[in-house]
């Protein structure tokens, strides 16, 4: 319902359409996750038009723990009703890397 699926036995987390247009996570010792969404709504504005991580755009349909829970971080989607490319970036680690 965040919008952040993790992959079992990996620290990465593939991305997908969070439903709450605002939700902060406490990850402890003063840090946090911050994940808001604009423009979208549950019942058909749910794909993800495009993301910026720590205030930087996102091309990758995934995160690692150390880009938004090691030291904590914001996750900023923008969602609309259609299906958009927007992750064209690299692919997510193997299980094996």
């Known amino acids: 319902m965040i919008g952040l699926y993790p992959l079992t036995g990996q620290t990465t987390f593939l991305i997908g359409s969070p439903w709450f247009e605002r939700l902060e996570i406490n990850l402890g010792e003063g840090k946090t996750l911050l994940i808001t969404s604009t423009g979208g709504n549950q019942d058909d504005g749910y794909y993800v038009q495009s993301l910026e991580v720590n205030g930087e755009k996102w091309d990758r349909a ?36």
């Open 62 to 97: 995934w995160v690692a723990w150390d880009d938004v829970f090691a030291s904590g971080g914001r996750m900023d989607f923008v969602l609309g009703r259609e299906p958009e490319r927007w992750a064209n970036g690299t692919l997510p680690p193997g299980p094996a890397s």
